[in-house]
């Protein structure tokens, strides 16, 4: 079976799916492996790397395409909605596409993938389960944004992070209140702790609170009613208008007296909640700095203009997207682990092998046989539900 990785096209993207380590573990399975050549350059590893370990270059995209079996990306179709969907010029029938494939927010075009007789994986759907851990991409990239998060909003304050007693007299500690405690949460509250500031935090996850603590995080209490506000698999259900309206309110003082507000509340397949005003925005010291991580879905802030900085009543609002490829060597490092580790997951005596009673396939598996399989995106394309009876390869 060969594996192929190419260059991301995604605008602006620096990494890339699969670092030279990927390689000698894919070889190690009996796999062979091939790269276009430059695909690893921008996040730091050399075309000679991959040789090292044992990959064969292409020069062109469409020669890794037409000989690989499995496709490996991190952006493909409709994740990369500029550039993504012209690959499809390029596949052929009964080749494998691992990636992200925004197929919650493009259905469509997960549709387009079936019919050119893909079978596609889509990484986001990966089930949080503690068997995927080390398949978890979504972890990985939040655990990336959320770090960077915190040093973008210490770059732009005009005041230090910690607090220090000098011969000049103290300086006091960096105010930061991080909404939203689930995985780039968390780390934009032990990055912020590392840097010295004190650290407030708000999810409407009450299971939340003791991991806040324990990054040495203060957990703010809000009388709110959200003893039904996780779901199953974990994640936030949304909440109704009024909730968030009370939440706002809550929450005002402790935006106004922060200097620094990362905000990361997301509710998987919707828009983001929106959780800071204008109004609230206006009561906050100038100065002060918001990094909205919710700005790809929205924004938690009214205010936020995704990819964008702008600046309301002296507060600056900064809508990061694709933070990750900011820090492409380590995002790659991890997400290559996560896909190699999927795909070997799938892999059984070097050859693919779909194992439907499997949790982690089944969840992930979005294209197969000319159709889309997976029921969510049926149900989003009004598509009848597939007869389950049919037999498993
Ligand atoms: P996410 O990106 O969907 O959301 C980020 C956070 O925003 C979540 O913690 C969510 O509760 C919070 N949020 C939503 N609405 C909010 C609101 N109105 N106010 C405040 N906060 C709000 O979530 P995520 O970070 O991808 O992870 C969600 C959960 O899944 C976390 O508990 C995480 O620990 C868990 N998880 C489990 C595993 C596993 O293998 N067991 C792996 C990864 C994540």
Redesign the pocket.
Known sequence: MIVGIPSETFPGQNQVAVIPDGVAALSRAGLEVIVQSGAGEKAGYPDSAYQEKGAKLVDSRSEVFSSADVILLYQAFGANPEKGMADLDLVHPGQTIIGFLDPLGSAESIKKIAEAGLTAFSIELM????R??SM?A??SM?TVAGYKAVLIAANKLPRMFPMMMTAAGTVSPARVFV????????QAISTAKRLGAVVQA????P??KE?VESLGGKFVELELETVE??DK????K??DEE??RK?REMMARVVADSNVVIS?????GKK??V?ITANMVEKMTPGSVIVDLAAERGG?CELTQPGKTIEHAGVTIIGPVNLPSSVPFHASQMYSKNIVTFLLHLVSEGDLKIDLSDEITRETLVARDKEVVHPRLREILGLPELDSSKPER
């Open positions: 089930p949080r389960i503690t995927a851990q978890d979504l972890s939040a909404i939203g405690a689930g995985v780039a949460g968390l708000y999810d409407l996850r299971a939340v991991q506000s996780e698999s974990g994640y936030a949304a909440m909730f968030y939440q990361t509340a997301a509710v998987p983001a909640p959780l938690n």
